[in-house]
């Protein structure tokens, strides 16, 4: 190939994995351990995974979508037709440490399991079972595709033109987020694994996933109210700006998160009113005015190119970023050389796909692979002795009753969305997470206003963003500007198991807390950076919110119409992402600092992690050279697909037809037996030549009636078909009700507020949220006493001292503290 690919063990090498089904999700979890060394053995009919079908596809004929999930695994037919395939099937899942079914989801005409009895013969045995809405509620059995599903779960309504309709992307977004969640089950209970030998079984709700990217804006609806709607392409509540925008040549994308970004974005375009204006401090308050504050930036925007405006946003420490065209990640040398984009080969087909995004440096993942054909093996040792009968620390007998990650020990110095969801999941299954502020600067998302009524009134404890990514974890404050405070630190990361950061990626070294330091203090440590671009990137210093990481991902220039500009999906998509990325990237090193007693660092590039939803266009461009095609709300495969307008102000239904059967019912729902006859219409080609008249044809029906009713005929057709959601509608969705989704939490100044939960359960019942997110430095005595033994009378040095506290400080007060430090 003209590209290497790089093999090695891996650090997996030593678990087998059975996946049956076919289902995005599952696929890609099951390659998650591929890209690490595990045997996967991927159980298609004779025909093949269906998913070998869909588009977009190679100048072959082959599917992209399956090359990027697929790569490295090995594939075994079974036929249920043939005599003895159940105990051919059995046999295979016996041998194996994790089975990952997708069944639920598309049988691929896999034969049955008796899940149960297998696990009788092989306790350890982890199981993850994946369906779209998990097994009971409204929505169990509803038929479904990706699109339907995010616009059930707040994603699509959002975005797009002020009076719509809603504009979404293409469909490869759930069975990633899903397959990450997945992963994170089945890897945390390797984990568990090393203490008690047995198995854990796992539900997964494909639908609770993607709630990961709406769940900001649902518990803000909380808070606020019905505050947010549609408000054009490329602008979300409530940051503004942070869209993409046209420049002399190129797009770029801008966002102003903090007061001082947005003055340095107006001394940048010479917006020098606008930058003085009190009244546009804060970014709710620029919403207010955005379409003059667009007049007056954009045409000086198109004065220089995006790349020229890219240096300059560098220098002012602006989150700015040129927006790529796929044919530029592809020409990325530096993409390449971190393994974001590696070799496949497919066939008779060379082609560059998404690697891992979990670069763990020690243990690296696998750089590219070769694509199974149906029945083909693939580099498999058939020697392995199964994880349970080697592994030190194996009790061998089975403890239900405690979480997966209980014992392990994070500090967490990450501050915003992403690396606390990182560390709020690794909380969720058990892990005491330390959380570490400061009353100088704490987590940024408490808020950013540091005046004076703000602070006194203690508002930076109200804030729902907050409050739903630091659950389950202990908070301390800790002034790391001060030697007193660092080396209280450093005891602490002498007995931890994981330290994570999202700061740029100097800040922690020169506070003297570097890796270089840190795994001489601890050897068995896991150190996980964040940062936006890598710690070795020519764009290190580039600052970024997770809207700039979608931004500068590519994934926009394939998302809207031809002669439309590229279109961001979300306000800060990257946060999510990159926060579950770190996870799974964590618990990977976890498994073999159990195994081996060695640490590691981890650079993990978040803007990376938003790559795999662009993957199948980075490939067909690779093989092909033939740019993406933009779709709209329409879809490569299926006709028709997009979201129609329904009775009442501003009420849409995502509708899309799988296959011809689902076509047929659909037309004779909207009363068109013709079409359902028409031998003409039952091919997407057919159908696509009247796509127009189609879709005019379904706004007629849908028109006339409620979202939800529609919703409602529509499935009872089974027919794909989700309305599109409102964030806030997801606080009272009868679904996530039945299912017990949102859990209820007291919490000081705010009281009961409502959770959410893990998309991923072991029973019946969500993982119980323990307790809500710390006050600022509400644990300090508790750990720096239990965990570090120091006495009452040094806390109270301490807080005497400034080391530690319980308050933010205000602009004023943060000013006094700097000048007694310079003095």
């Known amino acids: 190939?003209?590209?290497?690919?790089?093999?090695?063990?891996?650090?997996?090498?030593?678990?087998?994995?059975?996946?049956?089904?076919?289902?995005?999700?599952?696929?890609?979890?099951?390659?998650?351990?591929?890209?690490?060394?595990?045997?996967v053995q991927k159980v298609e009919p004779p025909a093949g995974d269906p998913l070998r079908r869909s588009a977009p596809l190679t100048p072959g004929g082959q599917s992209a979508w399956f090359a990027f999930l697929n790569f490295n695994k090995s594939s075994i037919i079974i036929d249920r037709a043939e005599p003895n395939v159940d105990t051919r099937l059995t046999a295979l899942i016996d041998d194996c440490d994790i089975l990952i079914d997708g069944r639920d989801v598309d049988s691929a005409d896999c034969p049955s399991i008796d899940v149960a009895a297998i696990r009788q013969r092989n306790p350890g045995l982890i199981y993850l079972e994946a369906n779209w809405f998990g097994r009971n509620g409204p929505y169990a059995g509803f038929a479904a595709t990706d699109?339907?599903?995010?616009?059930?779960?707040?994603?699509?309504?959002?975005?797009?033109?002020?009076?719509?309709?809603?504009?979404?992307?293409?469909?490869?977004?759930?069975?990633?987020?899903?397959?990450?969640?997945?992963?994170?089950?089945?890897?945390?209970?390797?984990?568990?694994?090393?203490?008690?030998?047995?198995?854990?079984?796992?539900?997964?709700?494909?639908?609770?996933s993607s709630l990961a990217l709406s769940e900001y804006h649902t518990f803000?609806?909380?808070?606020?109210?019905?505050?947010?709607?549609?408000?054009?392409?490329?602008?979300?509540?409530?940051?503004?700006?942070?869209?993409?925008?046209?420049?002399?040549?190129?797009?770029?994308?801008?966002?102003?998160?903090?007061?001082?970004?947005?003055?340095?974005?107006?001394?940048?375009?010479?917006?020098?009113?606008?930058?003085?204006?009190?009244?546009?401090?804060?970014?709710?308050?620029?919403?207010?005015?955005?379409e003059e504050i667009e007049r007056q930036f954009m045409p000086r925007l198109k004065t220089r190119t995006a790349q020229e405006?890219?240096?300059?946003?560098?220098?002012?420490?602006?989150?700015?970023?040129?927006?790529?065209?796929?044919?530029?990640?592809?020409?990325?040398?530096?993409?390449?050389?971190?393994?974001?984009?590696?070799?496949?080969?497919?066939?008779?087909?060379?082609?560059?796909?998404?690697?891992?995004?979990?670069?763990?440096?020690?243990?690296?993942?696998?750089?590219?692979?070769?694509?199974?054909?149906?029945?083909?093996?693939?580099?498999?040792?058939?020697?392995?002795?199964?994880?349970?009968?080697?592994?030190?620390?194996?009790?061998?007998?089975?403890?239900?009753s405690r979480q997966p990650l209980q014992g392990i020990c994070v500090v967490d110095f990450s501050m915003g969305w992403a690396g606390p969801l990182?560390?709020?999941?690794?909380?969720?299954?058990?892990?005491?997470?330390?959380?570490?502020?400061?009353?100088?600067?704490?987590?940024?998302?408490?808020?950013?206003?540091?005046?004076?009524?703000?602070?006194?009134?203690?508002?930076?404890?109200?804030?729902?963003?907050f409050c739903i990514m630091n659950r389950n974890k202990r908070g301390i404050t800790l002034d790391l500007t001060r030697p007193q405070g660092i080396a209280l630190a450093k005891r602490l990361l002498t007995g931890a198991d994981i330290v994570v950061d999202n700061y740029s990626v100097d800040v922690l070294p020169k506070l003297g807390l570097g890796y270089d330091v840190l795994k001489t203090l601890n050897p068995r440590l896991i150190v996980l950076s964040m940062s936006a671009f890598g710690k070795n990137s020519i764009h290190r210093d580039c600052r970024a919110y997770g809207s700039t990481l979608e931004q500068g991902s590519g994934l926009p220039s394939v998302i809207g119409s031809v002669e439309g500009p590229p279109v961001m999906s979300h306000f800060a998509f990257g946060d999510a992402v990159g926060g579950l990325n770190g996870c799974a990237?964590?618990?990977?090193?976890?498994?073999?600092?159990?195994?081996?007693?060695?640490?590691?660092?981890?650079?993990?590039?978040?803007?990376?992690?938003?790559?795999?939803?662009?993957?199948?266009?980075?490939?067909?461009?690779?093989?092909?050279?033939?740019?993406?095609?933009?779709?709209?709300?329409?879809?490569?495969?299926?006709?028709?697909?997009?979201?129609?307008?329904?009775?009442?102000?501003?009420?849409?239904?995502?509708?899309?037809?799988m296959d011809a059967e689902m076509w047929q019912r659909l037309a004779f729902l909207i009363g068109r037996p013709d079409w359902a006859t028409d031998a003409s219409l039952k091919s997407t080609e057919g159908r696509r030549g009247i796509e127009d008249l189609i879709e005019r044809s379904i706004e007629a029906w849908t028109l006339t009636r409620d979202a939800d009713q529609a919703m409602s005929e529509l499935q009872a057709a089974k027919v794909a078909?989700?309305?599109?959601?409102?964030?806030?509608?997801?606080?009272?969705?009868?679904?996530?009700?039945?299912?017990?989704?949102?859990?209820?939490?007291?919490?000081?100044?705010?009281?009961?507020?409502?959770?959410?939960?893990?998309?991923?359960?072991?029973g019946e019942e969500p993982c119980a949220i323990r307790a809500a997110a710390p006050t600022l430095g509400q644990h300090n005595k508790e750990v720096l006493s239990g965990l570090l033994g120091l006495s009452d009378a040094e806390i109270a040095h301490l807080a005497r001292s400034g080391i530690i506290g319980t308050v933010m400080l205000s602009e004023g007060e943060l000013a006094k503290t700097r000048k007694v430090s310079s003095g």
């Not at 869209?243 to 010479?270: H, N, S």
């Not at 570490?436 to 963003?465: C, F, H, K, L, N």
């Open 309 to 400: 405006w890219f240096a300059e946003g560098l220098k002012r420490k602006i989150p700015i970023v040129p927006i790529p065209e796929i044919s530029d990640l592809l020409q990325d040398s530096e993409k390449k050389a971190r393994g974001a984009i590696v070799p496949v080969l497919f066939g008779e087909e060379e082609g560059l796909t998404v690697g891992s995004m979990q670069r763990l440096t020690l243990t690296p993942p696998r750089r590219g692979g070769k694509v199974p054909a149906p029945g083909e093996q693939q580099g498999v040792d058939r020697t392995r002795t199964r994880v349970t009968d080697t592994w030190p620390g194996s009790s061998g007998g089975a403890d239900d």
């Open 1 to 39: 190939m003209a590209e290497k690919m790089e093999s090695s063990i891996g650090v997996l090498s030593h678990l087998r994995v059975v996946e049956v089904g076919s289902a995005a999700a599952t696929s890609y979890c099951a390659r998650l351990f591929a890209d690490f060394g595990a045997d």
């Open 422 to 465: 990182c560390t709020r999941t690794l909380a969720d299954l058990g892990a005491d997470v330390i959380k570490i502020e400061a009353m100088q600067y704490p987590d940024w998302w408490r808020g950013v206003d540091r005046r004076s009524t703000y602070v006194d009134g203690r508002m930076y404890e109200t804030v729902p963003g």
């Open 721 to 762: 078909a989700g309305v599109s959601r409102l964030p806030i509608d997801l606080l009272n969705d009868q679904h996530l009700r039945a299912r017990a989704f949102l859990q209820e939490v007291e919490r000081a100044f705010i009281g009961l507020h409502p959770q959410p939960s893990m998309p991923i359960r072991e």
């Open 220 to 290: 803000e609806a909380f808070a606020r109210g019905n505050v947010m709607r549609r408000i054009g392409t490329n602008r979300f509540w409530p940051t503004f700006p942070a869209g993409i925008y046209e420049t002399k040549k190129g797009w770029l994308g801008i966002t102003t998160g903090t007061p001082a970004q947005w003055r340095a974005f107006c001394d940048m375009v010479g917006l020098y009113e606008l930058r003085d204006d009190p009244a546009l401090i804060l970014s709710q308050d620029r919403l207010q005015q955005m």
């Open 147 to 208: 699109s339907t599903v995010r616009a059930l779960a707040g994603l699509i309504k959002l975005v797009g033109a002020a009076d719509g309709p809603p504009m979404h992307a293409p469909d490869f977004q759930t069975g990633v987020l899903a397959g990450l969640w997945g992963f994170i089950a089945a890897a945390s209970s390797v984990v568990a694994r090393t203490r008690a030998g047995a198995g854990r079984s796992w539900s997964l709700s494909i639908f609770e």
């Open 585 to 657: 990237a964590v618990l990977v090193a976890l498994i073999h600092a159990r195994a081996a007693g060695q640490g590691q660092f981890i650079d993990l590039a978040q803007i990376d992690c938003m790559m795999p939803f662009a993957a199948p266009w980075i490939t067909v461009h690779s093989i092909g050279g033939t740019p993406p095609k933009r779709y709209g709300n329409r879809h490569p495969q299926f006709v028709p697909h997009g979201c129609f307008r329904c009775r009442g102000e501003d009420n849409w239904i995502m509708v899309t037809a």
